[in-house]
């Protein structure tokens, strides 16, 4: 998919069609429903009674087009609109807000919102495999996240915190998790199946990865408190350069963000990291790695507030 505006997908219904089933079909068509990917049991339909872009099962005798089963099913939403969206996202490094999308997409407000949220949900990975490995370095952190009262018109207390905890890998992929506390059980639950233990750590040397630690190949600490954050190549200066995108999106772009939806705004941001221009993604294939995404899942609407 080209990262150029001027993409006819981004304008042409007809080509936005094209360029979902040439992504998301790319070995070939298949039955959603059924599973089928028997080509002569798949019918495309004719003739001006038939909607554009309509299959036709023989396996199940049903019908289908190339949104059945993703976010995109049932959405009135024109697929160029759809296609558009999904670039954007993909482009913006600290996010792109409702309102903004609201503008360049010419939609209502609520539109634009479930429409990113859609889309950030196509962001997730489906089954996530652990980072990291023999020979490999992840850091880890945490911070608070959810944003700041000076920031929301009309809020009268300060935003809920909700604490994050990143795993980066040097130079690879980042997974981001929202936990309840800061303690040995509730993180290393999350740790063990987020990383490989085969992989060396590095922490800042809070207490609650002390433990954690031992179950590492190493671990390797920096003490904050007494000004030390780097020593030779000891240190969490990676997690804490994704917390300043993360941070930086979240107050600069959204404001903040509910309990509700942290969980969608961090696999937005870790999509984005995980597939950056240093790792040779552009903002074309990353569009098409979204589209790549949305099989499967489904948001229905509710109300915004």
Not at 83 to 103: E, F, I, P, T, V
Not at 219 to 238: A, I, P
Not at 256 to 267: C, G, K, N
Request: aromatic share 8%; charged share 25%; proline share 3%.
């Amino acid at each position: 998919m080209a990262a150029d505006l001027q993409n006819p997908a981004f304008h042409d219904d007809d080509k936005a069609r094209e360029a979902l089933e040439a992504i998301r079909w790319s070995n070939g068509v298949f039955c959603p429903h059924c599973g089928n990917s028997g080509q002569e049991k798949i019918a495309k339909g004719q003739g001006k009674a038939h909607r554009s872009g309509l299959y036709y099962c023989a396996e199940c005798n049903g019908q289908f087009t190339v949104t059945v089963g993703t976010v995109m099913e049932r959405s009135k939403i024109p697929l160029s609109k759809w296609l558009l969206a999904m670039h954007l996202m993909g482009a913006s490094k600290k996010g792109m807000s409702a309102l903004q999308m609201q503008r360049m997409l010419g939609v209502t407000y609520k539109t634009a919102w479930f429409l990113s949220h859609r889309i950030r949900e196509a962001m997730a990975p489906g089954t996530p495999t652990p980072i990291g490995g023999e020979g490999k370095t992840i850091e880890i952190d945490e911070t608070a996240i959810g944003g700041k009262k000076t920031n929301r018109a009309y809020a009268k207390k300060e935003p809920k915190k909700q604490i994050v905890m990143s795993l980066v890998e040097r130079g690879g992929a980042v997974r981001s998790i929202r936990v309840a506390n800061v303690r040995v059980k509730t993180l290393r639950a999350q740790i063990v199946k987020a990383a490989s233990r085969k992989s060396r750590l590095m922490t800042d040397a809070a207490s609650w990865y002390v433990r954690i630690g031992e179950e590492f190949a190493s671990h390797e600490t920096v003490n904050h408190e007494k000004d030390e954050y780097v020593r030779g190549d000891v240190h969490s200066n990676t997690a804490e350069n994704f917390f300043s995108i993360l941070k930086r999106g979240i107050v600069g772009t959204y404001h903040s963000v509910s309990e509700a939806h942290l969980d969608r705004y961090l696999a937005e941001f870790d999509f984005r990291y995980n597939h950056r221009a240093k790792l040779g993604v552009n903002d074309g294939e990353r569009a098409a790695l979204i589209v790549k995404g949305i099989a499967g899942k489904r948001l229905t609407y509710r109300p915004t507030h």
